[in-house]
């Protein structure tokens, strides 16, 4: 079962159209997930963007915590 942040696929369809992604291209594909965790992030906060990119639940939340504490010192040690 599949919960989540996922929008129609009408809204969908016209989020990659705006973004002209062609979701076969990995490098397009990156830019749609990164807008959608971006505008999870600005409507909801980090941890609750962050929760809701993966949806809902207990699961969510795990997800959120892996990646505010594992994940994201790691990207920010990249980065120098």
Not at 5 to 18: C, G, N, W
Not at 35 to 63: C, F, Q, W
Request: net charge positive; proline share 6%; with cysteine.
């Amino acid at each position: 079962m599949s919960t989540g942040p996922r929008r129609p696929s009408s809204t969908r369809s016209f989020r990659v159209e705006k973004l002209s992604a062609d979701l076969t291209d990995p490098q397009a594909h990156l830019r749609v997930c990164l807008h959608d965790l971006a505008t999870l992030i600005k409507d909801r906060g980090l941890h609750d963007g962050v929760m809701g990119y993966n949806g809902s639940g207990p699961a969510a939340e795990a997800y959120a915590k892996a990646i505010l504490n594992d994940e994201i010192p790691v990207v920010k040690s990249w980065l120098g």
